[in-house]
Structures are given as C-alpha cells and as structure tokens.
C-alpha cells in the first residue's frame, strides 16, 4: 500500500491531492470507513509531509474537503436509507453501538460529532446515525466543519513528526533523539486515546456486569499518568541539541522557512 502511495503522490500535487481526498472522503463515508485502517492511512500520508513528499496545507484542505463530502453524504444516506439500514445485517448485530450512539447523540450532538470524528468506529457512523434520527441541519454541520477541519492535522500529526525523524541526519546522538520522540509520540497519543476512552465510559455511564481490571477511574488514572509522563517528556527533549534541527524542518512544513 505504501509504496504505491509514495509512485502516485510524486506524479504531482494533482494527484497527491487526490489522494488525501480520497482517503478522507472513504474513511468519514457511511459503513465504508469502517474497513479502512484510518490511523495507518493517514499517519501514511502524514509521513510524506514530514519528509517533504507533500505540502500540508494543501492536503491539509483536501482532506478536510474529502470529510466534509463523506460527513454529508452520510448524513443523507441516514435520512434518505433509514429504514433500509434497520435492516441490514451489520446494524443488526450491533444494535448496542447504535443504541448508545443514539443516545449520546440525543444529550450531547455537537460534542458527539466533534469527538467521535477521532474515535475509528464512530467516525463513519455518527453522521449516519445523525441522519437516521433526523437531527436537523443546523445541529450536525457546525460540529462537522469543526471536526473535519480538526480531524487531518491531528492524524497527520505522528507520520510528520516520523517523516522529520527521517530527514534529521543519522549519527549517534541524532538516533538517541529519533527513539526519544518516537517513545513521548506515542505515550501522548496513547494517553489521548484513554482520554477518549475514559470520557466515552464516563458519557454513556456504561455499567461492566462482568468483572475488569480496566475500571473507569483505573483507566482515568492511567491516562493522567500516560499524558503527564508524555508531556514531561516533550518538555524534556527541548533541551535536546537535535531539536533546534527538528524546529527547522517543522517550520519549513508549516511556514515554507
């Protein structure tokens, strides 16, 4: 998949852009997104920025346009498909998760569409299930401008910082700073993802019948101390000599200096 990727994003930015709106558009659709491996795809595509393969703010906007298309075409499959998708086979043997995307949806809209842009199996369901209740036009596109124009940089965000790694010279001192990054990279973004967990438990008060070690509070403490560590840790490697190499390349990405 990558290296197929990596012949078609360097024929040109027409291409390149056609690319991360692809991906985005499938990955927010109706059911479809569902198939896709959304972090792997994009973190992908997020690689290619940081090693300068492709501009981020052009697929910055091709992937936001990519997920407004996906969003609003789910929206309308939901509405225009509702009784259809009661009865099809995958709903069915999820009713739970469709009961409890409704319900959410029903208490907090603009919040659920927000944060379940970031969640992988809500992400291609929640505008689905937006449409199916008939929530009306004005509650579901404000949270879905914000979540689709949030949504690409930050799963860009870990394939940039692994594309700048790549970029940064190779000597001793310089892979010490690359596993470094790589190991506080992923202790945040681990400790968003038990955020994310700890919060949709806390919202849908989900009650576990039967006995587990990974409690609501056990995992609310474990996602303080995962993104204090990763937030110590970043505070950390600025002080690393590579890092003022690492700004300079970030900059470049961002402000072409």
């Not at 052009?58 to 969003?71: H, K, N, R, V, Y």
């Not at 970029?167 to 990279?185: A, R, T």
Request: aromatic residues 16%; contains cysteine.
């Amino acid at each position: 998949m990558e290296s197929w990727l990596t012949s078609f994003i360097t024929q040109s930015l027409t291409y390149s852009l056609l690319v991360v709106g692809t991906i985005s558009f499938l990955e927010s659709l109706a059911l479809v997104g569902l198939l896709l491996p959304g972090i792997i795809l994009m973190t992908t595509l997020g690689t290619f920025i940081g090693d300068g393969r492709l501009s981020f703010y052009p697929a910055w906007i091709s992937g936001t346009i990519g997920c407004f298309l996906g969003d609003w075409i789910s929206y309308y499959i939901g509405l225009y498909f509702k009784n259809w998708l009661y009865n099809f086979n995958f709903l069915k043997k999820n009713q739970k998760l469709l009961d409890k995307i409704k319900s959410v949806l029903h208490k907090h809209s603009i919040l659920t569409i927000i944060i379940g842009r970031f969640i992988g199996p809500t992400r291609p369901l929640i505008p689905m299930v937006s449409g199916m209740l008939k929530l009306p036009l004005n509650k579901f596109i404000f949270p879905s401008i914000i979540g689709c124009i949030l949504w690409p940089p930050v799963y860009f965000f870990p394939g940039i910082v692994t594309g700048i790694a790549i970029k940064i010279p190779q000597n001793s001192e310089n892979d010490y700073f690359k596993w470094l990054l790589l190991f506080i990279s992923i202790l945040i973004w681990l400790g968003i993802w038990l955020i994310s967990k700890w919060w949709k438990i806390r919202k849908e008060n989900i009650i576990n019948t039967k006995p587990s070690f990974f409690t609501k509070k056990k995992i609310g403490w474990l996602a303080v101390l995962t993104m204090s560590f990763g937030i110590f840790g970043l505070i950390f490697i600025q002080f690393h000599p590579t890092m003022l190499t690492f700004r300079k390349i970030f900059s470049t990405i961002l402000f072409g200096i």
